[in-house]
T-cell receptor
Framework: NAGVTQTPKFRILKIGQSMTLQCTQD?????MYWYRQDPGMGLKLIYYSVGAGITDKGEVPNGYNVSRSTTEDFPLRLELAAPSQTSVYFC??????????????FGPGTRLTVL | DAKTTQPPSMDCAEGRAANLPCNHS???????VYWYRQIHSQGPQYIIHGLKNNETNEMASLIITEDRKSSTLILPHATLRDTAVYYC?????????????FGTGTRLQVTL
């Protein structure tokens, strides 16, 4: 299994541009998450999904959108990039509550800079 | 979810045990203690979790006090590759979509 994969690894955007961060998992996990991590800080939850067609806001959803059309994919969309969205973005997945350890498996991250 | 308090940084000599403390004095009866670590700029990695009993796996041991208000993660023989930020997280077991709330963690530096 490849686990959780994210593309791209790095990206530089200009203010006002848009982009989609891709996330795919091959572990048949129902739950998926998007986090952002600013320098020296812990991760903050942006959006999450408990299954295809179901998404919900996390702690810092403003400026982002998500969709979940399949179990495997959970893309994160930035519509109008702002310097405040400069961060490292991590995608993660896990099984539902009550299944195993509920550990979250994280992707390698996407480092985004908005200039 | 209950808030956790961890020291910002700790040092440990290679080969010695690293004991990382965590306070979670407002933990509820149905909340688990989870530990993750983040090596450099990689995605966080799950280490171990527990409810009230001590737990051990191939990576570490987790000691939870009887009143469950604090816990200690033990890396029995720390190596340079254990240098990382360690996060102690408390979360409920069900009904929360397994969401995690990360603090700023403890930066563990393992030295020769």
């Amino acid at each position: 299994n490849a686990g959780v994969t994210q593309t791209p690894k790095f990206r530089i955007l200009k203010i006002g541009q848009s982009m989609t961060l891709q996330c795919t998992q091959d572990m048949n996990h129902n739950y998926m998450y998007w986090y952002r991590q600013d320098p020296g800080m812990g991760l903050k939850l942006i959006y999450y999904s408990v299954g295809a067609g179901i998404t919900d806001k996390g702690e810092v959803p403003n400026g982002y959108n998500v969709s979940r059309s399949t179990t495997e994919d959970f893309p994160l969309r930035l519509e109008l990039a702002a310097p405040s969205q400069t961060s490292v973005y991590f995608c993660a997945s896990t099984l539902p509550d009550g299944y195993g350890s509920n550990e979250q498996f994280f992707g390698p991250g996407t480092r985004l800079t908005v200039l | 979810d209950a808030k956790t308090t961890q020291p910002p940084s700790m040092d440990c000599a290679e080969g010695r045990a690293a004991n990382l403390p965590c306070n979670h004095s407002t933990i509820s009866g149905n909340e688990y203690v989870y530990w993750y670590r983040q090596i450099h700029s990689q995605g966080p990695q799950y280490i171990i979790h527990g409810l009230k009993n001590n737990e051990t796996n191939e990576m570490a041991s987790l000691i939870i006090t009887e009143d469950r208000k604090s816990s200690t993660l033990i890396l029995p023989h720390a190596t340079l590759r254990d240098t990382a930020v360690y996060y102690c997280i408390v979360r409920t077991g069900t009904g929360t979509a397994s969401k995690l709330t990360f603090g700023t963690g403890t930066r563990l530096q393992v030295t020769l």
